[in-house]
């Protein structure tokens, strides 16, 4: 992306726009199909990089991500997860979501440094670099029973979600 951006600016926030325009009309049909929102995922630490600028993020993605949840604005349930180790967890957890859902024990900020201002419902607390379910499968498969990802014992198939 940096070498787009110092090469072709104009054909990078193009192609963003035109990306963010299609995610906003997918969002609009999803819930005219009966959705109740969207799950948008956003990152600004592999953007707002030395080399690009400590306000690429602001000025090229973040209008396509309001778009994209102003389509969704109807919905009752959408929730915002923000990937990496997020730079500015403010300017995100201001979006207009119902829901903020980030790596809190891997990335931060902590829950408790975000609790008292934070306006959207919090989803965080798990460490997701943890796979829990690929332990309840070893535990079943290694007493002699499969699992099918579900949680539930069975002898009669494999395990299609087993990462020994």
Known sequence: MSQLLRDAPEVLARALEVVAQSLANFARRCLAAGADGIFLAVRDDWVDSPENGPETYRRLVEPGDLAILAAAGAGT???LHVCGRP???RRFAGYPVQVINWADRYAGPSI???ADWVQPALCAGLDN???HGCRLARRLCAAGDRCDGSGERSSDHDCPRLHL
């Open 129 to 131: 670099l943890q796979n």
């Open 112 to 114: 408790a440094e975000v």
């Open 87 to 89: 730079l500015d967890f």
């Open 77 to 79: 349930f959408n929730m």
